[in-house]
């Protein structure tokens, strides 16, 4: 079946640092992939849409200069959390849109954040 | 806007039946799905139904749609202790009125307890 694999599974990373969450989608190709976010004990909500080739399409209230995706093959999109502080620090989920299947959606596992 | 609620907590009693409850918003869903958590964890995709659909079963599962009253259910027979998580409820969504990329709207989840 269609797996999506997201590296790394849990990160440290001190204030004002960068941290690079990357999204692979192993055995298709996506032109689309999403990225998610989840505060504790909240649900997940949708930071952006990553788009092959072009510029990642955010949702309202996401900055698009402290969250850097870049779509640039296939089979690989990137979540850059830029000058991260701990509010950043959440569970980071993607999941790639396999366009070959019925239902569609594949998720990776997730990137624990953690900003100190 | 689009809107997906369940409640919170369900308990049950091992080797019971287990229903989650959905409701959703958006009637030109084209697809519902319930995904699992398991703690520190990805989603994981249960099963799915294609909005034509008004059941599916898959084993233990069995999805039962109602679509005149935007209701989604999903029953687990004989709930094991592995069926312990959180499972959220999904539909599809079309965000651009172009044609664009569908994204997800998911619901906060509800924690399932099982008691021995």
């Known amino acids: 079946g269609a797996v999506v694999s997201q ?103 997730g990137t624990r954040l953690t900003v100190v | 806007g689009e809107d997906v609620e369940q409640s919170l907590f369900l308990s049950v009693r091992e080797g019971d039946s287990s229903v989650i409850n959905c409701t959703y918003t958006d009637s030109s869903s084209t697809y519902l799905y319930w995904y699992k958590q398991e703690p520190g964890a990805g989603l994981q995709l249960l099963t799915y139904i294609f909005s034509n659909m008004d059941m599916k079963q898959d084993q233990r599962l069995t999805v039962l749609l109602n679509k005149k009253d935007k209701h989604l259910s999903l029953r687990i027979a004989d709930t094991q202790t592995g069926d312990s998580a959180i499972y959220f409820c999904a539909e599809t969504y079309q965000k651009y009125s172009g044609g664009g990329a569908d994204g997800l709207t998911f619901g906060k989840g509800t924690h399932l307890i099982i008691q021995p």
């Open chain 1, 7 to 109: 590296h790394p599974s849990r990160v440290i990373c001190k204030s004002g640092t960068s941290v690079k969450i990357e999204c692979r989608s192993l055995d298709f190709q996506a032109t689309t992939m999403f990225w998610y976010r989840q505060f504790p004990k909240q649900s997940l909500m949708l930071m952006a849409t990553s788009n092959e080739g072009s510029k990642a399409t955010y949702e309202q209230g996401v900055e698009k200069d402290k969250f850097l995706i870049n779509h640039a093959s296939l089979t690989l999109s990137t979540l850059t959390v830029t000058s991260a502080h701990p509010e950043d620090s959440s569970f980071y989920i993607c999941s790639a849109r396999n366009e070959g299947a019925n239902y569609g959606y594949t998720f990776g596992s």
